[in-house]
């Protein structure tokens, strides 16, 4: 809180650039600002947590460890810089068919996992990211399952690619 307010009046003073803005194409940086938020909603990022997010962007994006170590940088700014879910779920929600949208719910369940329990802060932005992503409550669950069930090897297929 005390960084926000930090944030607020130095831009009000001029002293920093206002945050550029997210384009639509930065749907792999939405993505993983949400697993951002996710890992850290619960007031820690712990090891697992860092070395879960390195893997999933990695595996699903098909990024090299450099690639992916940047992006995750960059999402960690930009997910700071962020007032709400809706600037990372509406460039996801542009560029992404339905598909794509389920597959980052599974991540974000993933990401929840990924310190050995889902907190409740955790569980309810998964429920919120995927309603404003249209995933329905249904799905909602059934991913939580599937992503449970696989937790000792998750899949090692590349992530969904945007639609044209």
């Not at 999402?75 to 709400?84: L, P």
């Not at 990372?88 to 949208?101: H, Q």
Request: hydrophobic share 40%; glycine share 4%; charged share 35%.
């Amino acid at each position: 809180m005390f960084d926000a307010l930090k944030s607020l009046i130095s831009e009000l003073t001029g002293e920093t650039p206002a945050p550029r803005p997210l384009e639509a194409a930065d749907y792999q940086l939405a993505a993983a600002a949400l697993l951002v938020h996710i890992a850290s909603i619960d007031g820690e990022f712990d090891d697992d947590e860092r070395a879960r997010i390195q893997q999933l962007i990695e595996e699903r994006f098909g990024l090299p460890p450099g690639e992916a170590r940047a992006l995750i940088a960059d999402a960690r700014e930009s997910e700071r810089e962020a007032v709400d879910l809706y600037r990372f779920t509406s460039v996801l929600k542009r560029r992404l068919d339905e598909d794509g949208r389920r597959q980052v719910v599974g991540m974000l369940w993933d990401m929840a996992h990924a310190d050995g329990s889902v907190h409740e802060f955790e569980e309810n932005v998964v429920w919120r990211v995927a309603e404003l992503l249209g995933v329905s409550t249904r799905e909602r669950v059934e991913l939580r399952r599937e992503v449970r069930e696989n937790l000792a090897s998750p899949p090692q297929e590349t992530w969904y690619r945007p639609k044209e």
